[in-house]
């Protein structure tokens, strides 16, 4: 057959659509979300592209309506996680030997099935399930997930061609091949794209994957299953199990042919993971790829020549968007003494305008749930400590109720100590910190900052002072891969701001750029001499 050098589509971000009153988007979503809210979904586990259900399953119930069931999913047993394993080795003869444009092909084609009639459905389950609302959604399960599937095939396009110098009567030439193994994909629940994303970017490589999701993000990842089989993912190239983390993640690591991990969730969890991926290191054909992406204790810091009322929106919105489940949520902030009474100010009178935390099919709810009720027992037991602490005071927010649905309000405390516990804990809730410093103190406020947490996630400065901006830039260098400058410390955008940090944060792979996917092929240099010499002798031999 006729072959080519190839050029893929360039990848353009995804259109946010506006989901405002009387719009088709806004209907054609409402009607899914209802239809899944009154439907009762059986979610099987994927196996070598077949439906695999066990009879053991748990149930699903929105966060903001936990009594109500929408639907159910099976657990798999050691029987399904050896399947998944064999599965995959026996896919990846076929997908690793296909050419690589008919790769792209098939995930620019999930691309368009997510912006077109998939977009209602995963939005619908994201915000059923995960308790999102339409537009973090919107930006999350459809523009992120389409984006990251388009810029890395774009991306591997580029990896493609880059290739070494050749010199007289020699060609050297680099291919790329997949890992020798199986990759293993762990994704979380606050984020449909990373769901979509870690198993996919692997898989785009010529891996094979066994994805286990969270178990709060089933309901969205079965749609992801949908479109990649509607894409032609062919069978046993990603396999999704679910059930018990530990008996999956024993069996997986022990094998000899895991070849490495693609990890997004907790600190705690991800060093536990590279500590047995080191204990087992003797079994192995290869050595793994870790790549991770964990926790962060994001930050804002304002310079008293900053305006108030664009900080404030940068804590509002920050902090509280998704009721600070991100990783890159604000959760402490530094205010100087001149303008801190005008900024929090404003930050409550935007509370104040919020609804009541509830459901996301009302769209006229900033924030809704938080994801179960650990999340929500943590969360309320910060709240408590910090309304009976000597040393902090809550100025806003400090409601919770779980009878309905697990609801924390919009919470802002102020401390008079800047290493005060929610200071310093990762919390993932709608809960932020203050502190206010002299404005004599901004250069040892900037070193306190890079000196208070273990993580080096996200953080932000905001200032109309160049050189202030300038001094935060160098002094806050290693306390944050993704670092903002007058914005708030989220919303990065696939192939605008690689996304990754770096300390406990993870190992800085950057999820939407190239060098992420570097790390799921292992290269390998082909020298070919054109005449080759004939007598060992060289010229220095006389």
């Not at 893929?8 to 989901?19: I, L, R």
């Not at 994303?197 to 066994?210: C, E, H, R, T, Y």
């Not at 000597?390 to 409601?399: H, K, L, M, S």
Request: charged share 20%.
């Amino acid at each position: 057959m006729g072959k080519g050098f190839f050029q893929v589509p360039p990848a353009v971000n995804e259109p946010v659509k506006s989901y405002a009153p009387g719009s088709p988007e806004r209907d054609a979503v409402l009607k899914q979300y209802r239809a899944y809210y009154q439907g009762s979904e059986d979610i099987p586990m994927v196996i070598g592209g077949k439906e695999v259900r066990t009879g053991n399953t748990r149930r699903i119930a929105p966060p903001h309506d936990h009594r109500h069931q929408v639907g159910q999913y099976h657990l798999a047993t050691q029987k399904e996680v050896d399947l998944a394993i064999s599965t995959a080795l026996e896919a990846r003869k076929a997908w690793a030997a296909l050419a690589w444009e008919q790769r792209a092909a098939v995930f620019l084609k999930a691309a368009d099935l997510l912006a077109g009639p998939y977009r209602s459905k995963i939005n619908a389950a994201t915000m059923m399930a995960q308790s999102k609302t339409i537009h973090q959604a919107e930006i999350d399960a459809a523009c992120e997930l389409i984006d990251f599937l388009r810029f890395n095939v774009e991306f591997m396009a580029r990896i493609y061609q880059e290739q070494p110098e050749s010199s007289e009567g020699i060609w050297n030439r680099v291919e790329y091949r997949p890992l020798e193994g199986f990759v293993y994909a762990i994704t979380p629940f606050n984020f449909t794209a990373i769901a979509g994303n870690l198993p996919a970017s692997a898989a785009m490589m010529g891996n094979v994957v066994v994805w286990k999701p969270s178990d709060h993000q089933i309901f969205s990842a079965r749609v992801i299953l949908d479109v990649f089989r509607e894409a032609g993912v062919p069978g046993g190239v990603i396999n999704a199990i679910y059930g018990d983390p530990v008996m999956i993640t024993e069996t997986l690591l022990s094998h000899p042919d895991f070849s490495g991990i693609h990890f997004t969730g907790s600190t705690d969890v991800f060093k536990g993971l590279w500590k047995q991926i080191g204990e087992n290191i003797g079994r192995y054909k290869t050595y793994p790829r870790i790549v991770g992406e964990t926790g962060g204790k994001d930050f804002i810091i304002a310079h008293p020549t900053a305006r108030p009322r664009q900080v404030a929106t940068a804590i509002t919105r920050g902090a509280f968007e998704l009721q600070g489940q991100k990783c890159s949520a604000a959760s402490r902030v530094y205010l100087p003494k001149s303008t801190a009474d005008e900024i929090l100010s404003l930050v409550k009178e935007d509370l104040a305008s919020f609804n009541k935390p509830g459901s996301p099919e009302d769209m006229g709810n900033f924030v809704t749930a938080v994801i179960h009720e650990g999340a929500f027992d943590k969360l309320a037991g910060y709240i408590d400590r910090a309304r009976e602490a000597r040393d902090a005071e809550i100025i806003a927010g400090g409601g919770y109720d779980k009878s309905k649905g697990y609801f924390i309000e919009p919470t802002v405390i102020l401390t008079t100590n800047p290493k005060y516990t929610t200071m310093e804990v990762e919390l993932f809730g709608p809960v932020v910190t203050v502190y206010i410093y002299e404005d004599a103190e901004w250069t040892n406020t900037l070193r306190l900052v890079d000196e208070t947490s273990e993580y080096a996630l996200t953080g932000a400065v905001m200032a109309t002072d160049r050189y202030a901006l300038e001094e935060a830039t160098r002094a806050l260098e290693n306390c944050a891969g993704n670092f903002y400058i007058n914005d708030k410390p989220t919303g990065a955008v696939v192939g605008q701001q690689p996304f990754g940090g770096a300390r406990a944060s993870g190992t800085n792979d950057k999820a939407g750029s190239a060098q992420n996917l570097m790390r799921w092929v292992s290269p390998r240099l082909i020298k070919e001499t054109f005449v080759p010499p004939e007598d060992y002798r060289y010229p220095f031999l006389g």
